[in-house]
Structure formats: structure tokens, C-alpha cells
């Protein structure tokens, strides 16, 4: 059986491999042999661990691994500033999935800084129930989002997210 660290690692590979992530985003997640990269505020170099922690996130959500992706965050989670359970963040992110079954995040700007991630967003998909208080109309919807994460023993322990609701509602109706 494979290790989270291991199926971290594939998952980032399939990503790559996608071209949903920035090369550079990828390589910096890649630890050189013999020489691992940690980030201090300091050097602010990246830390491979939490690059590779989270684009293996962004591959398990996309793959819909909501089983892998519980594993990866605490029981007691803040998210956008409110205590949530892990169980509430996962139907969050099954909300998502089941309004737009073609939903995909795809990162954009990842930084990794300490026990902190920062990342923008291009987020795609057409919605087929009511997402973000807008009925389906059929059309598809792409934009963006911002989101903010502590890590605390490698599971997530804050969340902050910001979401484009407003462009969401004018692709919906027909605009751009």
C-alpha cells in the first residue's frame, strides 16, 4: 500500500502531466535529490513538502477522492474564519461536485511560505443544479478564486477561500 506521501507524488506527476499546473509550480514541488528545499520566511524558498501537499489536494478534489481527501484535513478545521468539522468541509466540497459534475480547480499561483499556502484559482465547469445562488442556465462558468491555508501536522487547520460569485452570475445569464 502506498504512503499519503507517495500518492502525493503520483497525483502531483498526473497533474503535471495535465498541464493544469504551472511547470514551474510542478518543479518547485520536486525535492532535488540529496538537497531538499524547506521555506523560511527568511529565503522564502519553497517548500516542496506543502507544494506537493497541495497540488495532490487539487488532483484528489478534481479526481473526486473524497475518501484521500478527508485524510488531509483535521477534525477540527476554521474555515473562512468559522469552526467547521472535517464532515463539513467535505460536503462543501461534494456541494460543489454534485452542482457542477464538471467542475475543476486549476492553480494557477501557488506560493508556499512556513505552514502557510496561498493560491489563485481558475475554476471551470458548467453547472447543472443552483451554484453560488444562480440557477443553471447551461451555460459554463470560469472563474476565479483565491484561497488561503494553515497547515498544522500536515492536515489542513485553516481554509479561507474567496470566490468570483459575481462573474459566476453574469456567465450564467449570458455575459461575460
Do not use: C
Not at 56 to 72: M, T
Not at 113 to 129: E, H, K, M, S, W
Not at 156 to 172: C, K, N, S
Amino acid at each position: 500500500m502506498k504512503t499519503r506521501r507517495e500518492m502525493l507524488a503520483s497525483m502531483v506527476a498526473a497533474v503535471a502531466a495535465t498541464g493544469l499546473v504551472r511547470a514551474a509550480t510542478v518543479l518547485a514541488a520536486v525535492p532535488h535529490a540529496g538537497n531538499p528545499v524547506h521555506t523560511t520566511e527568511e529565503d522564502g524558498m519553497p517548500n516542496p513538502d506543502l507544494t506537493q501537499f497541495y497540488t495532490g489536494y487539487i488532483a484528489a478534489i478534481n479526481a473526486r477522492q473524497f475518501d484521500f481527501v478527508a485524510g488531509l484535513i483535521h477534525d477540527d478545521v476554521l474555515m473562512n474564519g468559522v469552526p467547521h468539522k472535517r464532515a463539513d468541509v467535505l460536503a462543501s466540497l461534494r456541494g460543489i461536485a454534485e452542482a457542477v459534475p464538471d467542475y475543476r480547480w486549476n492553480v494557477q499561483d501557488l506560493f508556499v511560505v512556513d505552514d502557510r499556502i496561498a493560491a489563485r484559482l481558475q475554476n471551470t465547469g458548467t453547472p447543472a443544479r443552483t451554484f453560488m445562488g444562480h440557477a443553471p442556465t447551461g451555460a459554463r462558468v470560469d472563474f476565479m478564486e483565491f484561497a488561503s491555508y494553515r497547515i498544522r501536522d500536515g492536515r489542513f487547520a485553516e481554509m479561507w477561500f474567496l470566490m468570483d460569485g459575481d462573474t459566476v452570475g453574469r456567465q450564467l445569464r449570458g455575459g461575460r
